[in-house]
């Protein structure tokens, strides 16, 4: 089973990488559905490829945009830049995509994205026989659906699923909101996500149905009607597999390159402790505390157990519930002196308690000891942006580990 995580930019994909993907997704600066990430230029595109080929990585472009006909010439040529990249393969919701795709690159591996919303085995079969080698599946499928259309499709046919972040309100991403209010089109990657503002409301009565009123939590900080939780997957590995999945999936493009590192992290551990030894896997209370440090609204399986018309998995909560501090990124460590040498990400303070995170391992804490900066002098904090500094460490630290707030 694989394990599929985001990258937003070139950074996070080199945590995804570090913390245990077996494949990246990512996208170009334009046809990909999170347009607001940094995303890739073309160089940087290719660049990614050598580097996660490198690595024994595959990389997956999103071009699940829904194009109007005055864009096919540009994407065409989009694709005749990078056809000789070795991209791994092409998620794709549109038809006309598919078919240009096919036919500017003959060979190229195409996944059904989840905006085409395929809930039934019968359209997986159809796009197979266009050419599909992989259909992710719509978030609003249960589990038992799954295991239903796994068992009525060709073996060679894959399968994958989010696991793990945020799920929309409307039908498998398609949403028209953003376009109501901001004429930015969330089909063509221009998402504002209304859906997570605050709206005032105070009654939601229908002129027809007036003892229909639905109901509306209301907090100090407003009514939450559209803003749904976040999809965390992280105590149910084993049901993923019985369902026959071939891929799971992360959400998080826009996230932090922390982000990237954590949840790749956790769920590569829970993963790995399934596939070591499944008679004896047993949940790890430590993988929910990791997942809880990153930033992320109320946690929820989806509609892996659950039905859309009875549960819209809206927040009770406004907002994020934040991460934890990114302090550092390890750039060496010496095995003589125990000293580690990192880069800054947020202000650290000699004495304080913090966190060490390293790859297949839960994080460890410490306190932060002497710190001394690159000319070796002693300092008492790094506030400044990209500070290299020094500490000593109780345990051997390896390069890309990070140092987060306890």
């Not at 347009?35 to 699940?64: M, P, Q, W």
């Amino acid at each position: 089973m694989e394990l599929l995580s985001p990258a937003g930019n070139f950074e996070k994909l080199k945590a995804a990488i570090l913390y245990g993907a077996d494949a990246v997704y990512l996208a170009g600066h334009m046809f990909g559905m999170r347009s607001a990430a940094d995303n890739f230029d073309n160089d940087e595109l290719k660049e990614a490829c050598i580097y996660a080929h490198e690595r024994g990585v595959k990389v997956y472009l999103t071009l699940n945009t829904m194009p109007r006909d005055d864009e096919f010439e540009r994407l065409e040529a989009f694709l005749n830049e990078i056809k000789d990249f070795g991209i791994d393969a092409f998620i794709v919701a549109d038809l006309g995509v598919m078919s240009l795709l096919k036919r500017v690159i003959p060979d190229s591996e195409i996944h059904i994205s989840t905006q085409a919303s395929v809930v039934n085995s019968e359209a997986c079969r159809m796009y197979m026989a266009l050419g599909a080698k992989r259909i992710v599946l719509s978030r609003e499928l249960n589990i038992d659906e799954i295991k239903r259309i796994r068992a009525s499709i060709p073996k060679e046919l894959e399968l994958e699923v989010f696991i793990h972040g945020s799920m929309c309100i409307s039908y498998s991403g398609r949403c028209l909101i953003s376009n109501h209010f901001v004429k930015r089109d969330a089909n063509r990657g221009a998402c504002t996500q209304p859906c997570r503002w605050n709206y005032k409301l105070y009654r939601l009565e229908e002129e027809k149905r007036p003892d229909d009123v639905p109901e509306i939590m209301q907090t100090d900080e407003g009514s939450f009607i559209f803003s749904s939780k976040d999809m965390c997957m992280i105590e149910h590995i084993p049901e993923l597999f019985e369902a026959g999945v071939d891929s799971l999936k992360i959400e998080g493009r826009m996230k932090s390159a922390y982000y990237a590192a954590v949840v790749t992290n956790t769920y590569r551990m829970a993963l790995d402790s399934y596939l070591n030894s499944p008679e004896s896997y047993k949940y790890d209370p430590v993988w929910g505390y990791e997942l809880s440090s990153v930033s992320r609204r109320e946690y929820d399986t989806g509609y892996f157990f659950d039905e859309p018309m009875k549960d819209a998995k809206t927040v009770t909560e406004g907002g994020y519930l934040r991460e934890k501090s990114y302090i550092a990124t390890a750039l060496s460590y010496d095995s003589e002196t125990k000293r580690a040498v990192f880069l800054q990400k947020n202000k650290v303070i000699s004495g304080q308690r913090a966190e060490l995170m390293t790859p297949g391992q839960p994080g460890k804490i410490f306190d932060v000891g002497e710190m001394y900066n690159e000319e070796g002098q002693r300092i008492e904090s790094a506030p400044h942006p990209g500070m290299i500094f020094s500490i000593a460490m109780p345990f051997e630290v390896k390069k890309g580990d990070i140092i987060r707030g306890a």
